[in-house]
């Protein structure tokens, strides 16, 4: 048989998941290439950490070129556009063909679509987060407010996270009397998709930490340099810190193509992450699979990961002619309480009637899963 071109565009959690099954299934005469514009990924699941100067940045840091060690052709570029008829993508460094295609070209941030919201502060990149832990170690009082601008964003549980950090960082340096913090969601409370108890077990925390909770209100725009909130509901915050979870986009490479649906990201089948083309795969950030309650799967590294796994598996099938697998849907998120405690919001998320998740307490222990995750994560284990 000739050797088969594998491709995937995006070296993420997803991207770098389905490389790495691909080529440890197919045998030498197949090539698998990874096409990433950056050189180095970040593991932005520690910057509600980092703002609080519990990270060092070079520690969530992983640069995509040991890849090559492994078999992978690594290419740094830009894909400007997938010709789908022809089976190829266009880059900046030219044409590259595929047999099997894996978009994991995650998602992007629509800032114009919050006015002032980019000229404020955030978390979600390492610029926005390395920014807002200076602006943080100068803060002495004053209001924090941390909002989140649309649904789906990554990591659900992340405004909520970051709000005990900081509760934790501000009593470290015996400040915290002099803070408040809010925190503001468009949906009824934190992590509906966790259900009611995990819901009630935050708002606990939340009594006992002081931080206040604004549900079911998006921010609409930050005004007065930085200083106003403005939410969906035409309520107004003062602030001295304003922080946004900015509006998600699918990455550009595929906004304009056929093959986004309904939910405005990619559609796929939600077993195999198939897309309407044939032989191409979409898998994280970049897709919507839908759960049982009519909402995508959370935008989530491990849930990207587990889907890079399964497409790796199914393409080096489809070649090898084995046996094909599903995306099982099974999934968590840490949640750090603040400190050295995490929690974990873990269950099924594809499980019929509802999703089957829950959140566990606070530890210790679950804190140090979470260092583990980042280690795993470092060496391309996750
Ligand atoms: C603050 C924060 C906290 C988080 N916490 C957690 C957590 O605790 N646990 C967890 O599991 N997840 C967490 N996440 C979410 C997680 O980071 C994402 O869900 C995950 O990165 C998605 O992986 P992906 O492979 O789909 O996309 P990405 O990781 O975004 O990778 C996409 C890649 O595609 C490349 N790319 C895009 N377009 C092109 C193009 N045209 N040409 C070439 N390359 C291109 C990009 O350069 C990028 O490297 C968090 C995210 C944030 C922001």
């Not at 964003?153 to 002099?178: H, V």
Request: hydrophobic residues 40%; contains cysteine; proline residues 6%.
């Amino acid at each position: 048989m000739a050797g088969k071109n594998v491709v995937v565009i995006g070296g993420g959690f997803g991207g770098a998941a389905a490389a790495i099954k691909a080529r440890t299934l197919l045998g030498a005469g197949h090539a698998v290439t990874l096409v990433d514009r950056r050189r180095e990924v970040n593991l932005c699941g520690m910057n509600p950490m980092l703002i609080a100067g519990q990270r060092d940045p070079r520690r969530t840091t992983r640069s995509l070129g040991v890849l090559g060690n492994r078999g992978i052709n690594v290419v740094n570029a830009h894909v400007d556009e997938i010709d789908f008829s022809n089976h190829a993508l266009r880059t900046g460094d030219g044409a590259i063909d595929y047999d099997y295609l894996v978009i994991a070209a995650g998602a992007e941030y629509d800032w114009d679509r919050t006015p002032g919201a980019a000229d404020a502060y955030s978390f979600y990149d390492i610029a926005s987060a390395r920014r807002l832990r200076r602006r943080l170690s100068r803060m002495r009082r004053g209001h924090v407010s941390i909002g989140v601008a649309s649904t789906p964003y990554k990591c659900p549980p992340a405004p909520f996270e970051t709000s005990m950090i900081l509760d934790w960082f501000f009593r470290q340096s015996g400040i915290r009397q002099d803070i408040e913090i809010t925190v503001s969601t468009p949906e009824p409370g934190p992590m509906p998709v966790a259900g009611p108890d995990a819901m009630a077990m935050i708002l606990r925390a939340f009594d006992r930490k002081g931080i206040q909770l604004k549900s079911e209100v998006s921010v609409s725009s930050v005004r007065s340099d930085g200083r106003e909130v403005v939410y969906s509901d035409g309520s107004t915050a003062e602030v001295d810190v304003a922080v946004t979870i900015p509006h998600h986009i699918p990455a550009s490479i595929v906004r304009d193509t056929s093959l986004i649906g309904p939910s405005g990201w990619v559609k796929v089948n939600p077993k195999t992450l198939e897309t309407a083309e044939k032989d191409v795969f979409a898998i994280g950030d970049v897709n919507a699979v839908p759960m049982s309650n009519g909402k995508g799967v959370p935008k989530a590294g491990v849930f990207a990961s587990a889907e890079g796994e399964t497409v790796g598996h199914n393409i080096a099938a489809a070649i090898n002619q084995s046996s094909p697998v599903e995306f099982p849907g099974d999934g968590y998120c840490f949640i750090g309480f603040g400190g050295e405690t995490s929690a974990s919001v873990i269950g099924n998320f594809l499980t019929e009637g509802k999703p089957d998740v829950h959140l566990t307490a606070p530890t210790a222990r679950g804190m140090r899963s979470k260092e583990r995750f980042e280690r795993d994560w470092k060496r391309f284990r996750v």
